[in-house]
């Protein structure tokens, strides 16, 4: 199927789109906030609202437009120092978006969600209801993370890779990712001019992981590489996405009129449940457990859980319950999940039986250390 098809046959089942803006997009080389840009992003979105399209923006700028209001030429190196420039241009990001689209008489509501907020299931779907009690007030919520408080042990990364877990958090359809190049090359375009940008992506290979060089940037977190991962990520979600240029006047309006613009990356076609999605990529593992090949053979290709008899070793603390990578033997990992036995428990019983557990802990409240219901295989295509 040509690229404009298998486009327009997405679009045909579109609702709900997550689009998240960078900070160059959004600021001038003085890091004031681009009215142009805005202005253009947020009429495009008005209209295409009226085709019953919702949006959920992930929107970055808060530092880099603090930024421009204090002056700064460089990011703050201090970390308080940042956190208060974030917060000075986290209120004049939203003032804008607020007046913008109050034009086209539309509501907006600050989103600022901490990795804490999302780690737990309950608060995760907490913020589900609430992200869909606004969109229900027909507003449109701008998301950014809360640079502010989080420390870098809770940061989630950077916003193309919240933006990705968004799509999850709103199960959404789409992911957009506006950003300052027309999308991803077969070869940094600023360093080869005969770099060809690529229309359609339809399997992240190491190949295309290969070509997506990080920007040493200034600003944003990103660069393509993350825009790469955080596009993988929403392809096991069963989302695409499509990186674009923001910077150009028009291009948002142009995706939604069916136009082959920037690369589109199509989505896996056996998408992970929320729950599983949320296991293996809004948790941030606390440890690792490593398994022999007969293990790892039974859990990729049979499906199976995690038995004591199969593991091999065991590495940093974690408790029961707790999100861990499993690896083989030379550390490569290739799954993750829930571990029903805390890391000094697993240190005692790994190589054994299962009916050996209960006379080496005491008790055995479980006969998987992780159960395939909680366990999600890595890298599938
Ligand atoms: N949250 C940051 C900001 O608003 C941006 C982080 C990113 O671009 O990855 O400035």
């Known amino acids: 199927m040509a690229t404009r098809e298998i486009r327009k046959d997405i679009f045909k089942k579109i609702n709900r789109v997550v689009l998240k803006l960078g900070s160059y997009v959004l600021t001038t080389p003085s890091w004031k906030l681009d009215r142009k840009v805005f202005s253009d992003v947020v009429s495009s979105i008005a ?3 009226k085709k019953g399209i919702e949006f959920v923006l992930v929107s970055s700028g808060a530092i880099a437009s603090g930024m421009g209001k204090l002056g700064l030429k460089d990011r703050p190196r201090v970390i ?24 086209h008489g539309i509501n907006t509501a600050q989103i600022l969600l901490t990795h804490s907020d999302l780690k737990n299931r309950k608060s995760f779907l907490n913020a589900r209801q609430t992200l869909n009690s606004v969109l229900d007030y027909r507003a449109v919520p701008v998301i950014n993370e809360n640079d502010t408080t989080v420390v870098e042990e809770i940061k989630f990364g950077d916003n193309d890779y919240l933006s990705s ?19 991803c090359y077969d070869k940094d375009p600023r360093s080869f001019c005969d770099a060809k940008l690529i229309a359609l992506i339809e399997n992240i290979d190491n190949s295309i992981e290969q070509h997506a060089l990080g920007t040493k940037s200034k600003i944003a977190r990103g660069g393509m590489a993350t825009k790469i991962k955080a596009a ?14 923001g910077k150009l006047p028009g291009n948002l309006s142009r995706i939604f009129a069916g136009e082959e613009v920037g690369t589109l990356i199509l989505p896996e076609q056996n998408k992970l449940t929320s729950r599983k999605h949320w296991i293996a990529f809004t948790l941030k593992p606390r440890g690792l457990i490593y398994v022999d090949d007969g293990a790892r053979t039974a859990m990729v290709k049979k499906g199976r859980s995690l038995l004591p008899t199969g593991i091999i070793g065991v590495k940093g603390n974690f408790d029961a319950g707790e999100p861990v990578s499993c690896c083989n033997r030379e550390g490569m990992e290739f799954a993750r999940g829930l571990s029903a036995y805390g890391s000094l428990a697993i240190d005692k019983i790994k190589g054994l039986k299962t009916s050996q557990v209960k006379e080496t802990l005491g008790y055995c409240h479980k006969t998987e250390v992780i159960n395939r219901d909680d366990m999600v295989i890595l890298g599938s295509r």
């Open 165 to 183: 877990l968004v799509t999850n958090l709103v199960q959404a359809d789409l992911l957009i990712i506006l950003t300052d190049i027309d999308g």
């Open 232 to 245: 993988k990520t929403a392809a096991r979600f069963g989302v695409p996405t499509i990186i674009a240029n």
């Open 47 to 49: 209209e295409t609202r």
């Open 80 to 103: 308080s120092q940042e956190q208060a420039v974030a917060a000075i241009g986290q209120i004049n990001l939203m003032g804008l978006y607020e007046k913008l689209f109050g034009r």
